[in-house]
């Protein structure tokens, strides 16, 4: 049993960690599972720590320095769901009132902080000693300590609640004209389901904390190996293995099935809307959109220009956009960046004889010639300097 406690620990920081590392960027609402998923790690290490590793050490900075942090299970969840359904990661000044709970914890256990360390360490061997000490501990200025163990699940229950009212009120809004139906019931299957393992995992924490509780002189083993532990640890288990099993939903817009066909036109903008034209994907206005902003504007003409600064010009999620272009205008949006500056520096090579390379390079949004010459050999298959003697001899 303390073999799989530990596994499941180790499994979900390295899911969180990749959540948070991969995902952050195009789609900032996957920090708040990370940061649920980190939660529970640190949750798992404290049961480790209490039942299975014996270490006074990890027992005082798992079980009473870190107490606060298992209150943002709720809020992190939360934002989540909330931010997944209206398909906006910010968080407003009145989210405030869902870290209360957290400043209250720390708060209550804040006398622990400032006790001298020996002391935290004797507190610790006591508790490894007979973990029934926990049903007298009281450490909290404004409450008993012991409440922790219950509080902590309620906590998630009620929150469940509030993600449950949540989306009986919003679901309608699940990326309304964005997703066709098969995208948003994948996002929905994903949701409830995410909802339903959380609430069992919250209601069998909770049962298993009130027989603890009302257990007179309950031995350690007992507690790690029984049936209910086990329950537990599956649930609170299925929670990272449910985003291996839908792998899609990270992006915010599911990964369809359909192969993407590579894109490996010159540029031509009318093929490009041809083809953009051609596809019934509900996000095809915003392709146009977005292929008229980068034409019409001529933003890739700042060296700056990437992705980010096209979400705020055009106030589009970032997911949104990789979406566009991976299955609508199929094409990496740094290839067309390119094709379209290339083309911009072969106009100003015809039509400006005293230009000099390096001003071409500068005014095509390249930071310097050697630059614009890469992206030349890339896009043409000659260097500028080639292309250039090309143009004087016809």
Known sequence: MDGMLIFMVLFKLVVSLVLAVFNFRVNRNTIYLSGVLIIIALFG????????????????????????????????????????ILDNSKIQKSDLVHFIPFLIAFINIFPSY???????????????????????????????????????????????????????????????????DSHRQLMRKWLVLLLIVVSFA?????????????????????????????????FFLMIPLLIVIFPQVLYGIPIVKKKRKSFDHYLNAGE???????????????????????HNEKWYLDPEFNVDILSVKLELPKHHIYYCFNYIIKSKFTALRSQLRIEYAKNLLKNEEDISLETVAVQSGYSSLQSLNRAFVEEEGISV????LKLKRN
């Open 45 to 84: 290490l404290l049961h480790y720590s209490l039942f299975a590793n014996n270490s006074p050490t990890m027992l005082v900075f798992m079980g009473v320095y870190n107490i606060p942090t298992y209150y943002l299970i709720g809020p992190f969840l939360y934002f989540y769901f909330r931010g997944t």
């Open 385 to 388: 300097y080639e292309y250039l």
């Open 114 to 180: 400032l006790k001298p360390w020996d002391e935290s360490l004797e507190l610790a061997n006591r508790i490894l000693a007979d973990p029934n000490y926990l049903k007298s501990l009281n450490l909290g200025w404004l409450y008993p300590s012991n409440f922790n163990m219950i509080g902590r699940p309620i906590f998630m229950i009620l929150y469940v609640i509030l993600i449950i009212r949540l989306y009986r009120e919003h679901s309608g809004e699940l990326y309304r004209n964005a997703l066709p």
């Open 272 to 294: 490009i809307y041809k083809y953009v034209n051609k596809s019934d994907d509900p996000l095809k206005e915003d392709a146009i959109r977005i292929l008229d902003s980068i």
């Open 202 to 234: 919250a209601l069998s924490y909770l049962l298993g904390a009130l027989v603890f509780i009302n257990t007179p002189n309950i031995p350690k083993e007992t507690v790690l190996h029984s049936p209910l532990t086990l329950i537990v640890m599956l």
